[in-house]
C-alpha cells in the first residue's frame, strides 16, 4: 500500500507541476508571440537563435539569424544559405518544463532540488544551443540527411541528457 501511496504522489506532483509550469509558459507565449501581419517569436526562442548564431559565428562560420516574416519561426542564415529555422519547440523550454517537474516530484531537500534544478536547467539550455550549431552544420554539409539528422539524433542528445540528470538526480540527491 505505501508503495502505491508513492507512486500516486509522484504522479500527482509530477502533473501538477507540469501543469502550472506549462500554464504559466503558455501565457508567456501569449503575450510576447505576434502573429499579425508580420510574425515575431518570443524572446526566449529569438535569444536562443541569436546564441546559436554566436556559437557558430565563433567557430568560424557565418551566420545570421532572422525573424521569419511569414511564420512563427527565426531563420538560421550560414554562409549565405537559410539552413534552419528555429521554431518555439526548440528553444528547450518544454524540455526544461519536462525535467523540473520530474525533479519537483523526487525532491530532496529545498537547497539541494534548487540548485539542482537551476544548474540542470542551465546545462541543458546550454547543451540545446550547441546542439542546434552542430545540426546546422551537418544539415549545411549533409542536406540529404536532414530527417534522420533532426528526427533522430538530435532529439536523443537532448532527451538523453535529461534521463541522465534524473538517473543522476534520484541516485544521488533525491529523498526517495
Known amino acids: 500500500m505505501k ?3 508513492s507512486i500516486v504522489l509522484f504522479l500527482v506532483k509530477f502533473f501538477a507541476a507540469y501543469f502550472i509550469l506549462f500554464t504559466v509558459y503558455s501565457l508567456y507565449l501569449h503575450h510576447t508571440q505576434k502573429k499579425d501581419e508580420l510574425y515575431s517569436c518570443s524572446p526566449i526562442t529569438t535569444l536562443v537563435a ?3 548564431a554566436d556559437v557558430l559565428n565563433m567557430t568560424g562560420f557565418n551566420v545570421i539569424h532572422q525573424q521569419n516574416t511569414n511564420e512563427l519561426s527565426v ?3 550560414l554562409n549565405g544559405q ?3 529555422k528555429i521554431i518555439e519547440g526548440c528553444n528547450s523550454v518544454s524540455v526544461i518544463i519536462l525535467f ?3 525533479i519537483f516530484a523526487f525532491s530532496g531537500s529545498f537547497r539541494i532540488t534548487f540548485i539542482y534544478s537551476f544548474l540542470g536547467s542551465t546545462l541543458i539550455y546550454g547543451v540545446n544551443i550547441i546542439r542546434i550549431a552542430f545540426l546546422s552544420v551537418m544539415l549545411y554539409k549533409f542536406p540529404s540527411q536532414q530527417e534522420f539528422l533532426h528526427d533522430i539524433i538530435f532529439p536523443a542528445i537532448i532527451y538523453g541528457l ?10 544521488k ?3 526517495y
Open 100 to 102: 523540473l517537474s520530474f
Open 162 to 171: 535529461v534521463f541522465l540528470l534524473w538517473v543522476l538526480w534520484v541516485q
Open 50 to 52: 541569436k546564441q546559436t
Open 82 to 84: 537559410y539552413i534552419a
Open 173 to 175: 540527491f533525491s529523498k
Open 3 to 5: 508503495k502505491q501511496r
Open 75 to 77: 531563420k538560421l542564415i
